[in-house]
Structure formats: structure tokens, C-alpha cells
């Protein structure tokens, strides 16, 4: 079997990275089991909830190298002592101890393992304005490094793979191409309507956006059309989840609520915060339609749990949203509030929510075969390197 390593990947801050390797650790280990020995590299004082979500699919690891940046930091000045006193690299030693083959998703050196790296997005490219310079200068080096550090690069999508080939052309044939899938436990589908609704105190009938609150994920686009529908005589309810908090842009909440206040739409809107991943799943299910109406995207979360769903989504049309091809879905301009405002209306008014049965059954017919796609998929990246 091939020993392959996985630093854990995401935080509350961005559950994204989390469902990303859930999902494709779930591939690997429905239908590579076999093949893969799965490793699962985790910070000693990494938050046990997150470790949780992946112990199933493989042997947890413990390493400081992980581990949050004063932790770490301290271990750096152990690593340099480790060095001085062996001639070797403690990193190097312990991938060798560990019998790791394959490094994947890492940011880490080491010719001790084959080296998959992995660049979820170039945003900073398109939207410079929503980085600092320091982050910019960050981001460019630590992506030129891991290009050249790396046996194969994974990308998350086509429009990523060109922004790749601007980025470093010398490099391409690096470069890989790995959409995700994914998955959706059965289990989501025998939980009442009622509950959810109860849990959260709101409406039955209501528009849902599950995205993270950072600026580019441009929330502000739909309060505008909310308040635009509640112009025309429309009750239309919006419910939004995800993690409070934008690093980049710390006022960015605080000016989020000012402008349902200034807008007079505080009682069609109602901030869920950070909460469980199967109560998003099922707001999703049962909500009239998903919307995201994001500014960038490398390949998105919502859109692919939309489609294993069999969920209807408003979009907005950049590149990635239109790569990904929801089956049911209505796109807009991510800057056009009048357009979107006409989608929530017609929307709103053909559905009274909760899940399409038909859309619902082709999607899990489908599932299966693209979950496969997807490990199968990622066993060629393998294959080339090993």
C-alpha cells in the first residue's frame, strides 16, 4: 500500500479546507482503501472537534508542525536545535520513521516524500483590494515555492489552472486539474422539516446563503435586492450561516449590519453565525433555493453541495460558477442588484420551498459514479509520480 500524508486542512475561520479533505478522504476511502494508507497529520493542540471529523479515514499523526504559530514557533527553535546536533532535518526523520511516500495538500519541503502541492485560488491576482500589500507579497512566494517544491500542483479548477499559467508558466506541466465532489450522508434526508426551522426561529419558507462572511463572498448584493423585493410588496426571508469574522477586513461585519439597518430589511434577515455542518445541509434542503453570489471563487463548497443535493441555486456567473454547472440553477451578475432583485422575486414565487424530489433523485443516482470520478481521478495524480 501507498502511504500518503495529509496535513489537516481549514479552521472555524474556513470550514471550507475541512469539507474539502472530508470529502476527498471519503473518495479515497470508499473506493482506494485497497491501495492507500491514509495519514492524517494534525497539531498536538489542534481543536479535537476538527480532528474528529477525519479519524475515520485514517491513522491521526501528531506534529507540531501543525500546530497553531506560538506553538510552532517555539518548535522551530527545537528543529534548529534537532539539526545542529544530528546533520539532519527532524521533519525529514519523522516522515522516514512514519514510512510516508507521498505528502499531499503540504506546504512543507522535504525530499524524504513525493510532494503534491495544493493552490485553492489566485484571488489576490483579480482582486488585489481585498489584501493587504504583505498578504500579496505572501501569497507569491509561498505559491512560487510550492510550484517549485512540488512533484504535481493540484487546482480546483480550469479558470485556476489558467490563472496557473500566467502565474508560472514555466511550471505548467505541474499543474493538475481536481474538481471536487461532495458527499452527502443519507442520513440528511430523514430529518423533518420542522426541526430545523424550530432550532433556528425561522420562517418555513426563506432563501438561504451558507457562505463565510468575507468580503468577496459579497453578501451586500443581496441585502440591496432584499430590500429592493421588499419595495416592490415582497416578504421575502433571507437566512445566512458561516463564521462571523473576515481577518482581512475586521469592520466588515459591523458595516454588513449597518446596512440592513440603513436599508430597513432587519426583519427579512436572519444571521446564523457558525453552526453545525448538518443543520447547513438541511437549511439547504430545505430552503426555497441556495444563493451565492460570490466575486471569486477557486471552485466553491456551496455550489458542489447544491449538486449533490439536487438543490436549485442562484449564482452569480464568474468563471468557476459556470465551470462547475449546477443542473438547476439561474445565474446573475455578482454587481447587478436590479437583476437579482427580478431572480429572488421569480424565484420566490414558483417555490414554496423544501427539497425537489425529482431534482433530488437524479442527484443521488449520480453520486455515486462522481464520487468514483473523483478518487479515481486523484489515483491518476498518484500514478504519475510514484
Known amino acids: ?68 504559530l506560538p506553538i510552532r514557533a517555539i518548535f522551530s527553535i527545537y528543529e534548529c536545535i534537532y539539526k545542529l546536533l544530528s546533520g539532519r532535518s527532524y521533519f525529514d526523520d519523522f516522515l522516514t520513521k512514519k514510512n510516508i511516500q507521498v505528502l499531499s495538500h503540504s506546504q512543507f519541503y522535504t525530499d524524504k516524500a513525493k510532494l503534491i502541492g495544493w493552490i485553492p485560488d489566485f484571488q489576490h491576482i483579480h482582486f488585489p483590494k481585498f489584501f493587504s500589500r504583505n498578504e500579496i507579497i505572501y501569497r507569491n512566494s509561498e505559491f512560487s515555492r510550492i510550484i517549485r517544491n512540488s512533484e504535481r500542483v493540484i487546482l480546483l479548477s480550469n479558470d485556476a489552472y489558467n490563472d496557473f499559467r500566467h502565474f508560472a508558466p514555466q511550471y505548467i506541466k505541474k499543474a493538475c486539474v481536481l474538481h471536487f465532489v461532495t458527499n452527502i450522508d443519507s442520513s440528511v434526508y430523514s430529518i423533518h422539516h420542522g426541526s430545523i426551522v424550530r432550532k433556528y426561529h425561522i420562517p418555513s419558507k426563506y432563501l438561504y446563503i451558507p457562505n463565510q462572511f468575507w468580503v468577496h463572498k459579497n453578501h451586500q448584493i443581496v441585502i440591496k435586492a432584499l430590500a429592493e423585493t421588499q419595495k416592490k410588496g415582497y416578504n421575502i426571508f433571507l437566512v445566512c450561516s ?50 451565492n453570489p460570490s466575486l471569486f471563487e477557486g471552485w466553491s463548497t456551496s455550489v458542489e453541495e447544491a449538486k449533490s443535493l439536487g438543490k436549485s441555486i442562484i449564482l452569480s456567473n464568474i468563471n468557476a460558477h459556470q465551470e462547475q454547472k449546477p443542473p438547476s440553477v439561474i445565474y446573475f451578475s455578482p454587481t447587478d442588484v436590479s437583476n437579482l432583485s427580478n431572480i429572488l422575486i421569480k424565484t420566490w414565487d414558483k417555490s414554496s420551498g423544501g427539497p425537489d424530489y425529482r431534482l433530488e433523485a437524479r442527484a443521488k443516482q449520480k453520486l455515486k459514479r462522481r464520487i468514483k470520478q473523483y478518487a479515481d481521478d486523484y489515483d491518476k495524480i498518484i500514478s504519475e509520480i510514484i
Open 1 to 68: 500500500m501507498i502511504r500518503i500524508a495529509f496535513p489537516i486542512l481549514g479552521n472555524t475561520d474556513w470550514y471550507g479546507g475541512i469539507s474539502y479533505l472530508r470529502n476527498l478522504l471519503y473518495a479515497l476511502d470508499k473506493y482506494k482503501r485497497k491501495k492507500y494508507k491514509i495519514i492524517i497529520l494534525a497539531g498536538y493542540f489542534c481543536r479535537k472537534s476538527f480532528v474528529d471529523e477525519y479519524k475515520r479515514y485514517g491513522e491521526i499523526v501528531r506534529t507540531f508542525k501543525l500546530d497553531i
Open 242 to 291: 458561516g463564521y462571523m469574522k473576515d481577518r482581512r477586513n475586521i469592520s466588515y461585519i459591523s458595516e454588513l449590519k449597518n446596512l440592513v439597518e440603513s436599508l430597513h430589511v432587519s426583519s427579512k434577515i436572519k444571521f446564523l453565525g457558525f453552526i453545525p455542518h448538518d443543520d447547513v445541509l438541511q437549511l439547504m434542503r430545505y430552503s426555497v433555493a441556495i444563493v
